[in-house]
């Protein structure tokens, strides 16, 4: 623990005083004053909650002159690190009561998100020693003005509750000696609208050397300020969708059981980064914190997604929720199976390790008799048994049995919680040995992506460079024809407009060929939402290349989603190329 305290110089300005009182009982609106001060006699104005000018008689003064001072120390994002002993993403600058570093004690569970730029927390509401409250309210007085001591450009309150009543800033004589103006808002995090505004004041105070960092806080520091730091990671540190996701459930202290907090890690995995924001790969080195080198696996949440991008991180005899699958009242099946994520990816889990054995596991709630409630739950295992083995896997690999209401895994009490207790569980009876010295496997994410010298010669560049060679195979990437996230509008100039034009000339010359138009998506958002904008984005080729005179006869096309990525999906640059259009050559 270290405590900071700051001794205020009055500014050296003939006939202006910047005057530092303290005054904690004030619980007034401040005053963001700006503007000119012109005093016929001595004048005070208060600017914060303990901060006041004092301007003599005759004297004027340009307030936002004053606010452009020149620093005495440099705040830099390595100034914060080292001043508030940053070593990882977990790393508590203030603890769930507000302490260990005094000037922000208003803060609760504050920790980096991005050195010197980004910090999530909560408010030091129902904890507070003189100002005890409600915990559903803004941070307090102190609070904002603590950050404004400490340089920050700006706190945002995630919730709606309360906020009418908080002032809307702070200014403050800074611990760099200069006058610092903090400004206070709200901001809703289930609002994409919102969302997009903090990620764009997260980008300015990581770029432009005048902007202090950013406090995004909600009432504990666990759930909502959880998710806007997942999403910053997303956005600037290229986490993927689940190690953000990770980074929440972490980020709760292990409160994330609730079957709503399952909305929130959808959010993460859906969330999709703005080209916009995107910063260099030496500043991310800069600001973005590691996580714990330990990390304690009952904190995270894992899902059958897991299996297949992680399988390294599941031990035998582990329970996997399908948490996407879910029976009504008494129910033994659901529609569309075959089309269920979590059907999916567990049978893609089976088709990647012909080691793994499993058992299917059927539950209830607590409604009923007993022995109906077992055979309800044996019914919904069969249901799901039965899927597996008429799509082609062997009865050798998978059991299945009920359990009834045994082992809840939330409330019977309320109907909201029990729904979640009518579930399937995963058993994993045996797998594949995987390494297991670090949480995620880079091979696992990008088990079937291509390398550089294969990317090369993926492309339909290289091809028509190269066609005259034996064992190029028959299926290229269409250079650069780059779809913006979300769309399938044909780009009509640039680099990849003109290798499609290319290719219009080889199939007029070659016209005994058939082509195959294969469209895919990255692995961001929702898996029926990328296999129809694939199909999009290859009909806007199909139909482009019959507007210039190839027939119709001779294409197909189709989407595939996110399915073979060619280059991890982990990063930006990874993504970019997984939005591809493919062409497979094919002979009469």
């Not at 012109?38 to 005759?58: P, R």
């Not at 859906?270 to 590691?290: H, V």
């Not at 779809?483 to 044909?490: E, H, I, P, R, Y």
Request: glycine residues 8%.
């Amino acid at each position: 623990m270290q405590n900071f305290s700051t001794t205020f110089d009055l500014y050296p300005i003939e006939g202006i005083n910047f005057v530092f009182m303290h005054h904690p009982f004030l619980a007034i609106l401040l005053l963001l004053f700006t503007g000119t001060v012109c005093a016929q006699t001595e004048d005070t104005v208060k600017v914060g909650l303990d901060t006041y000018i004092v301007v003599s008689g005759g004297k004027t003064l340009n307030i936002d002159s004053l606010l452009k001072a020149d620093p005495r120390l440099v705040l830099t994002s390595d100034f914060y690190k080292k001043r508030y002993v940053e070593t990882d993403l977990m790393y508590k600058i203030t603890d769930n009561k507000g302490n260990g570093f005094d000037s922000l004690y208003g803060t609760r569970n504050m920790r980096p998100i991005l050195h010197g730029v980004a910090y999530r927390g909560g408010a030091n509401n129902y904890y507070h020693l003189i100002d005890k409250r409600d915990n559903h309210n803004p941070i307090p007085l102190d609070g904002m003005h603590g950050l404004c001591q400490e340089g920050f450009s700006k706190g945002i309150y995630l919730y709606r509750e309360n906020f009418e009543e908080s002032p809307v800033g702070d200014t403050c004589n800074c611990i760099d000696s200069t006058l610092n103006r903090l400004e206070y808002e709200q901001r809703d995090y289930f609002d994409s609208t919102h969302v997009y505004d903090m990620l764009k004041s997260t980008y300015e105070a990581a770029t432009k050397a005048d902007v202090g960092p950013v406090y995004l806080h909600c009432w504990n520091g666990w759930h909502a300020s959880g998710f806007i730091g997942a999403v910053i990671l997303k956005q600037f540190c290229d986490y993927s969708s689940w190690d953000a996701v990770n980074y929440w459930d972490l980020g709760t202290d292990g409160a994330n059981t609730s079957p709503r907090y399952q909305t929130q890690r959808e959010r993460i995995k859906n969330f999709e980064s703005y080209p916009e924001f995107t910063i260099s790969d030496s500043l991310q080195d800069c600001l973005c914190p590691p996580l714990p080198e330990n990390i304690d696996s009952t904190q995270l949440h894992i899902e059958m997604e897991h299996l297949v991008v992680v399988p390294e991180a599941i031990p035998i005899g582990f329970h996997i929720v399908l948490y996407n699958v879910k029976f009504g009242s008494g129910k033994t099946s659901f529609s569309n199976i075959s089309r269920n994520s979590d059907i999916a990816y567990l049978k893609t889990a089976l088709d990647n390790d012909p080691n793994l054995i499993i058992e299917v596991g059927g539950y209830t709630d607590n409604s009923g008799s007993h022995a109906k409630n077992v055979t309800i739950s044996k019914q919904r295992a069969k249901f799901v048994y039965d899927h597996l083995i008429e799509s082609g896997y062997s009865t050798d690999r998978i059991t299945y049995q009920g359990y009834g209401p045994a082992k809840p895994i939330y409330s019977n009490r309320y109907k909201s919680t029990r729904e979640g207790n009518r579930r399937i569980e995963i058993k994993i009876i045996n797998k594949t040995e995987h390494s297991s010295d670090k949480l995620v496997d880079e091979k696992g994410y990008d088990k079937d992506v291509k390398t550089e010298d294969e990317l090369i010669e993926s492309y339909l560049t290289y091809f028509f460079a190269h066609q005259d060679e034996e064992g190029l195979g028959s299926t290229f990437i269409i250079d650069s024809l780059a779809f913006a996230s979300g769309s399938f509008d044909l780009p009509l100039s640039g680099y990849g407009f003109d290798n499609l034009n290319a290719l219009v000339q080889y199939l007029k010359e070659k016209k005994g060929l058939k082509v195959n138009i294969n469209g895919f998506t990255d692995s961001s958002g929702i898996a029926e939402k990328n296999e129809a904008l694939s199909e999009s984005r290859a009909k806007a080729v199909y139909d482009y290349l019959i507007s210039q005179g190839i027939g119709a006869e001779r294409l197909i096309y189709m989407g595939y989603g996110s399915a073979k990525p060619v280059a991890p999906n982990r990063y930006l640059w990874g993504r970019d190329i997984n939005r591809r259009i493919e062409v497979e050559f094919m002979r009469d």
